[in-house]
């Protein structure tokens, strides 16, 4: 994911990368849902093909077989635009990576949600009852352990209670509670 903030008085140093080359590879693909789609695999085939270079990467192997990374699309294809909520737009790119472009940081970090959540829809789904073991600190269990396994917690009523009640502390702590909590007003 490549994020830009906009601000109107800053616009042209936030448009700004520093990045003489910036280059990443996701072999697994940007894609992160069931069904996956064609061309879902072309990253895993672009890191595929350093490995029989092993030592002998040269420079120029670097830009065939990784991807910009630079802000914005970068001479890059446009597939698609989205508009999920007013001051926020994604562009997403021939590898399907979102680029960001909101007007305000709130708009940004709401956006980074929503692509993670359009991204990685099968990852949060398998995690949501694993991050019930965080919350309460199960002895001998670990929530990210449980994730990269694939486990699955099923959380009980007595835990469900545990952290509403936890919830509810934080809805009342003001806005940093508000803010750790990720409950936000409706607009």
């Known amino acids: 994911m490549v994020v830009a903030l906009v601000a109107a008085p800053r ?17 697994s693909g940007q894609y992160g849902d069931l069904p996956v789609p064609a061309g ?21 192997d670097l830009t065939t077989y990784f991807k910009s990374e630079r802000f914005g ?8 635009t989205e508009t999920p909520r007013s ?4 562009k997403r790119d021939s590898f399907d990576v979102p680029h960001l472009y909101a007007n305000t940081r709130d708009e940004l970090i709401w956006g980074a949600g929503y692509v993670a959540g359009e991204d990685r829809h099968l ?27 694939l486990k699955t917690f099923h ?16 809805q009342h702590a003001g806005p940093k509670g508000l803010q750790a909590s990720n409950v936000t007003k409706a607009a």
């Open 40 to 60: 879902a695999d072309t990253q895993a085939k672009m890191y595929d093909g350093l490995t029989p270079l092993f030592g002998a990467v040269t420079p120029s």
């Open 155 to 170: 959380p009980s009523a007595q835990t469900e209670a545990y952290v509403g009640r936890q919830t509810k502390v934080l």
């Open 11 to 27: 616009a042209s140093a936030a448009g700004h990368d520093f990045a003489g080359q910036a280059l990443n590879i996701i072999p």
């Open 73 to 80: 699309l970068a001479g890059l294809s446009l597939i698609r």
């Open 123 to 149: 990852l949060i789904d398998e995690a949501r009852g694993d991050a019930r073991i965080a919350a309460i600190d199960a002895p001998g269990l670990s929530a990210f352990g449980l994730v990269t396994a």
């Open 87 to 90: 001051g926020l737009t994604i």
